[in-house]
């Protein structure tokens, strides 16, 4: 696989990582405008930084696009003439409709939108795809190279804004309840290093749980909660104050901003 990061910044540098630690490309390129800030990547095997999206079009099969979104539009104006059949393209541009990259490029090329998230670099991303007619035959590539830095899932396209809140934006809203336990872990008297490691460790415990044996978290909480214990005590103060409401209403504030994000 000879894979190309269009745009590397925050996601495409955690994408280039985790392709890199699990030996996922025989060669990448990483192309940004100031190419010389990520000169270092080369320090990897097969990797080849450069600001000439065209060159690394050129030599490569598997493009991913990680640019902003009011930045791809040019981008797939510069490179349009450059693709062939060889080329998978797989965006990750945050409501950019499949539908708009046809517009600009013609319908006779492999499409995939995808939704990772920063887990990427640690192999843990949860993914989304979905792709156009002719992607459809490039579906089960793109999940295999997906499911190799994580877990992956096909959805439909009208799914890919409600995915982007949940796994994308997902990572930073899990992180701040992480962040919330870490300082109450410091006010019962951890110091800081330790609180951070009981908060992580535990909410990767959480997760694995689930995972593991596919229950309802109801159903592991119950098997907390003691009667009359303080699990029950914390959990129905915190429901007081507003935990899954303000979870809720946290996810559909910026599913609404995305829609904008959509429209532009
Ligand atoms: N950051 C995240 O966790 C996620 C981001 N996304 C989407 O991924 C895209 C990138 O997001 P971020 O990485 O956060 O943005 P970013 O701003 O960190 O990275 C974008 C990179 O593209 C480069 N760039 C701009 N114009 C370019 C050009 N003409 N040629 C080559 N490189 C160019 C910039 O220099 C920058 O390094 C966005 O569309 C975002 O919606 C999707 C899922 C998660
Ligand atoms: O915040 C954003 O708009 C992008 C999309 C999901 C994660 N980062």
């Known amino acids: 696989m000879k894979t190309a990061i269009i745009g590397s910044g925050n996601l495409g ?17 990483l192309t940004k405008r100031n190419a ?11 990797v080849k930084v450069t600001s000439d999206n065209r060159e690394a079009i050129r030599n490569s099969d598997i493009i991913i696009f990680a640019v902003q979104p009011r930045h791809f539009e040019n981008i797939l104006e510069q ?23 046809e517009s600009i490029i013609g319908k006779d090329h492999y499409i995939i939108r995808s939704m990772p998230n920063t887990a990427i670099s640690v ?14 035959q490039r579906v ?42 870490t300082q109450g872990a410091i006010q019962l008297g951890f110091d800081s290093k330790e609180a951070h490691q009981l908060a992580m460790h ?34 129905n103060e915190m429901e007081h104050q507003g935990l899954s409401s303000s979870l809720i209403k946290g996810i559909v504030s910026s599913f609404k901003k995305i829609n904008d994000i959509g429209k532009n």
């Open 140 to 181: 089960e590539l793109a999940k295999a190279i997906f499911d190799r830095l994580g877990t992956s899932i096909e959805i439909p396209e009208e799914q890919m804004q409600a995915a982007t809140v949940i796994c994308a934006s997902g990572i930073a809203f899990w992180m701040r309840l992480i962040r919330a336990t």
């Open 36 to 46: 010389d800030s990520i000169k270092d990547w080369e320090k990897y095997k097969g």
């Open 79 to 101: 490179i349009k003439l450059l693709l062939t059949d060889k080329h998978v393209l797989i965006s990750t541009i945050t409501g950019f409709k499949i539908s708009k990259i």
């Open 202 to 235: 535990t909410c990767m415990g959480a997760s694995s749980l689930l995972v593991a044996s596919g229950k309802h978290p109801e159903e592991e909480i119950d098997r907390v909660t003691t009667p009359r214990g303080c699990t029950i005590e914390g959990l």
């Open 13 to 29: 540098l955690a994408i280039a990582k985790g392709l890199i630690v699990s030996n996922a490309t025989t060669s990448l390129y």
């Open 123 to 136: 192999g843990k991303s949860m993914t989304c795809i979905c792709s156009n007619e002719k992607g459809k």
